[in-house]
């Protein structure tokens, strides 16, 4: 099962004193759409750095935040950007892609029969040879020792039912669940933009 408390520990803001910008790979810029609010959280919206001052000489962007570490060309000298908000407000499609991550991120990336997070795969509710369809309502992430023990038979004559109905998303209900997963590092920078209740480290 997720447990809140490991990613907790994992996962926490770094100070500018011990993050890792000795190198210009390790400088991300965090993508926050004209509305202020994160592109997305799961997987989280990140530029490389050259990206970044790429779409600032663009003017598709504005600078929030700087990382302390600079470029420099022989005409200019800039601050890295931390974070960066679109100019240009980007509508996400109401309903996300029926893809395999996406089916996993509904799912919070735990078997819906027995909550095991480990070799995961995905399960026909009703299966195809019942006439089941693939689809969001029929398919659920199942690891592969429930999905071979529940075979092709429906949950009611395996006795499995899943935890939770399965259901079409919205994309919304996709970052909901996305804000579960925050990475290993996050700049203190992004801390006012991400909606993760993770302490600050001393």
Known sequence: MFKAELIER?????????????????CPALV?????????????????WQTAIKAV?????????SYDREVHSPSLDMKIPSVIALRQFVKASEFPAFTR??????????????GSPQNLTFDHVVPRRLGG?????????????CNMKK???TPEQA??????????????????HGKCFPPNYLHETWRDWLYWDI????
Do not use: H
Request: with cysteine; aromatic share 12%; glycine share 2%.
């Open 10 to 26: 994992a996962a926490r803001f770094r100070s500018a004193e011990e993050d890792p910008t000795r190198r210009l790979e390790s």
């Open 32 to 48: 926050l759409n004209a509305d202020y609010t994160p592109l997305s959280y799961y997987p989280l919206s990140l530029w490389p």
């Open 151 to 153: 075979g092709g038979r």
């Open 159 to 176: 006795n499995m039912r899943p935890l939770v109905n399965p259901i079409r998303p919205t994309s919304w209900q996709l970052q909901q």
């Open 101 to 114: 991550f996406n089916l996993f991120l509904r799912d919070r990336f735990n078997c819906q029969y027995c």
């Open 57 to 65: 000489f663009l003017e598709r962007v504005d600078i929030v935040a």
């Open 199 to 202: 302490e600050l480290e001393a």
């Open 133 to 145: 369809k693939t689809t969001w309502e029929n398919i659920i992430t199942a690891c592969a020792p």
